[in-house]
């Protein structure tokens, strides 16, 4: 007995009459395959492509008033 394919829910949004992806595609494997959304990459789980997600930029730590920072 074949699989039944999978869903793709969550894959696609409806903008009017046009069909918008939601998640980025593998860059090895083509349109047809997405990344999936981890909290800090996107990994393709067809030939284990990854990539990290981008974030801000951490601040630097600001001195205290009247407080010199200590030489190394």
């Known amino acids: 007995m074949p699989k039944a394919p999978k869903a793709r829910v ?10 918008v992806r939601t998640h980025k ?10 990344l999936a959304e981890h909290p800090n ?9 990854s990539e990290p997600k981008t ?3 951490a601040p630097t730590p600001v001195p205290a008033k009247g407080k010199t920072p200590k030489a190394a």
């Open 10 to 19: 969550g894959l696609y949004n409806a903008k009017g009459e046009a069909l």
């Open 41 to 49: 990459r996107r990994s393709c789980g067809k030939c284990g492509y």
């Open 25 to 34: 595609s593998c860059p090895k494997c083509g349109p047809g395959t997405f």
């Open 55 to 57: 974030a801000a930029p």
